[in-house]
T-cell receptor
């Protein structure tokens, strides 16, 4: 009965490849997010989706594209992977407003 | 432009003593603040929050203090327990963009038995 689940947990791939990370939430939340935790451990927002509408896009390269087939899912597609994309990616959801975020356990992406 | 800063990357305290984790922010428009706790290989989990209309919020062993004039907040854990050992993230959001939550870099707390 995991609230926010993301797969895979680990992803190792070569430069230039295209990969996807899946995220699902069963909390009935309206808003889903993707965060990136870089090597300096900062959690930085990448995307936010509310009712299938993108409402935040924080200067993320267009190689990254979020796709939301429905309110419970927000997948992250990454094209032409680069070494600098190596990081831990967290999916999260919230009811919006000032509600706290509920995070998945993260996907550690390593680009070689 | 890191708007939320946690200047202490680590903190070590003895079990039973008080842990004080600090957070500073630069954006005066932030009006809602949260603390998250993160264990290894897990995502952050919400711990406690405070609105800018308050200066203190308490939940069991956890208390968050907000000093708006100093743009500073702190998390007090008393008494500290070994299970509190984790990374603690401070986060803040603004009223006109409350889906854009900004996080600090985290402070690793170690509570020694």
């Amino acid at each position: 009965d995991t609230a926010v689940s993301q797969t895979p947990k680990y992803l190792v791939t070569q430069m230039g490849n295209d990969k996807s990370i899946k995220c699902e939430q069963n909390l009935g939340h309206d808003t889903m997010y993707w965060y990136k935790q870089d090597s300096k451990k900062f959690l930085k927002i990448m995307f936010s989706y509310n009712n299938k509408e993108l409402i935040i896009n924080e200067t993320v390269p267009n190689r990254f594209s979020p796709k939301s087939p429905d309110k419970a899912h927000l997948n992250l597609h990454i094209n032409s992977l680069e070494l600098g994309d190596s990081a831990v990616y967290f999916c999260a959801s919230s009811q919006g407003g000032f509600a706290a975020l509920h995070f998945g356990n993260g996907t550690r992406l390593t680009v070689t | 432009d890191q708007q939320v800063k946690q200047n202490s990357p680590s903190l070590s305290v003895q079990e039973g003593r008080i842990s004080i984790l600090n957070c500073d922010y630069t954006n005066s428009m932030f009006d809602y603040f949260l603390w998250y706790k993160k264990y290894p290989a897990e995502g952050p989990t919400f711990l406690i929050s405070i609105s800018s209309i308050k200066d203190k919020n308490e939940d069991g062993r956890f208390t968050v203090f907000l000093n708006k004039s100093a743009k500073h907040l702190s998390l007090h854990i008393v008494p500290s327990q070994p299970g509190d050992s984790a990374v603690y993230f401070c986060a803040a959001s603004t009223p006109y963009n409350n889906n854009d939550m900004r996080f600090g870099a985290g402070t690793r707390l170690t509570v020694k038995p």
